[in-house]
């Protein structure tokens, strides 16, 4: 596979407030990549500085070759990135079918009932709740909402931040397994910070293990989880 993104020598952070340190990561195209590590370690800032969020002091972000290095949110979006935070991924009082066309407010109206229909297919689930509050919906419900937002603009690369965050065991699998048919389905790139390692890790080729801003392991997904040494890497011990 070849790469879609790169992340070259990237020192970032909030103002004077640097989180990253010197960090390289390479996403390939179609694939799934997991972004591990201990809580502040630098993994939702990493994604913020792809989207352009955060202060990039050094280095470089580059797009299918296009340095996308500090451009705004709605520019990286426009180009195929699709961002996904923790919370405030949808609009709660508003219904399915809204939250689904403001997300295509961009489009022309009749590409936008198109790609309704689209993603109603692919998450056949919305079509009885498309003129329920999207508040009303269990959390797993409002995260294919979310995704299925980011679908309505077709984007080729999706950053996932804790998608499975405050959800229960069953529907924190469920959602995961979600984001990994995404790929396996319609060829999306894959990038997810998780916080339950395990699941993250299970769906993915590829994984960075951040530790206080640094890369602290780059490579297999699998070999990282069954790695005898794990838990001390996690916690930047070893």
Same mark, same amino acid.
């Given at each position: ?79 195929? #990135?699709?961002? +996904? ?8 009082? %508003?219904? !399915?079918?809204?939250?689904? $066309?403001?997300? *295509? ?90 916080? #339950?390692?395990? +699941? ?8 960075? %293990?951040? !530790?206080?801003?640094?890369? $602290?392991?780059? *490579? ?19």
């Amino acid at each position: 596979m070849s790469s879609i993104l790169e992340v070259r020598n990237v020192d970032a952070g909030y103002g004077k407030l640097q989180i990253l340190f010197d960090v390289n990561a390479t996403f390939e195209e179609k694939g799934i990549t997991a972004i591990v590590g201990p809580n502040g370690s630098g993994k939702s800032t990493l994604l913020k500085t792809i989207m352009g969020f955060t202060n990039v002091y050094n280095g470089k972000i580059l797009y299918k070759g296009r340095d996308i290095t500090g451009k705004p949110p709605h520019y990286v979006s426009k180009q195929g #990135i699709a961002y +996904l935070p923790q919370v405030g991924n949808v609009f709660t009082t %508003l219904t !399915v079918r809204e939250n689904l $066309r403001l997300a *295509g407010y961009t489009l022309p109206p009749d590409e936008i009932e198109e790609r309704m229909k689209w993603v109603l297919e692919f998450f056949p689930v919305l079509k009885d709740y498309l003129d329920r509050k999207v508040g009303r919906l269990s959390g797993g419900e409002r995260q294919m909402v979310a995704m299925g937002m980011a679908l309505i603009r077709d984007p080729d690369v999706m950053l996932f931040d804790e998608p499975s965050a405050n959800l229960a065991p069953i529907l924190a699998r469920k959602v995961v397994s979600e984001v990994k048919r995404l790929r396996d389905e319609l060829g999306v790139t894959i990038i997810i910070v998780e916080q #339950i390692v395990k +699941l993250a890790l299970e769906i993915a080729e590829k994984a960075y %293990l951040l !530790v206080s801003g640094s890369v $602290r392991y780059e *490579g297999d997904a699998k070999e990282l989880l069954n790695h005898p040494d794990f838990g001390k890497m996690y916690l930047g011990i070893v």
